[in-house]
């Protein structure tokens, strides 16, 4: 019988693979809409899926979590062959893509946050580790796509990410103590407010020469559309 640690262990592995799979398929899908071989599709799934992991063990002085646990390696060639066999609905649906993605940076989030938490750093710090997670591998892929990065021109992003790294360290003061009780809130309330931005345009002010204006979300979402 598995103790309570064991337990939570395997939760959070098992939102790792998860997310790592989700992360792939949205940098897998930007790079077949920008017509990448299997090869480069492959590196860009991986770069999505392990970048903000690798910058956040970097920053923890920690060996990067892939040296030695190739499963992240696997899960991207994995998502290559989910693009070949069903391309037309990962490819196509602007709303997969979004949920894929979306999927992708709360379950990092919550991931980093544990890390750091791991690491005996103060709250605010592992909320800020939990953002670089979530979004970094993003960021990586955007560039490498030759794209302006997501987190920079769209709707409400690492915000989410941070508000859910939020009320995963405010749940307790009302006296939910269970983390995985904490983690769904927080996976939760990340999903709603990106679906929120989406849905009625919000995002942060945008900083021009002109003074600052107000950010409108297009209604096409994801890298790589015209």
Known sequence: MTDLSDEINIFMRVLELVGAFAGAISGVRLASVKRF???????????????????????????????SDPSY????????????????????????WFIFDTISISLFMMIGLHKAILHSYQPWCAIVLGVV??????????????????????ELYALACAAGGVLYFLLPFVGVESIYVRNIAGLALIFVIRALAIKYSLGVPVLTGHGTTFHHSHKKHGPGQS
């Open 37 to 67: 071989d299997w090869f480069g599709a492959s590196v860009i799934g991986f770069i999505t899926a392990a970048g903000g992991g690798t910058l956040r063990d970097v920053l923890l002085r920690v060996e990067p979590f892939w040296m």
């Open 73 to 96: 390696i696997v899960v991207s060639a994995l998502a290559v062959v989910a693009i070949w066999l069903f391309g037309r609905r990962f490819i196509s649906g602007q709303i997969t």
């Open 133 to 154: 997670t979530a979004v970094a591998g993003g960021i990586l892929r955007d560039i490498c796509i030759n794209e302006v990065p997501l987190i920079f021109r769209k």
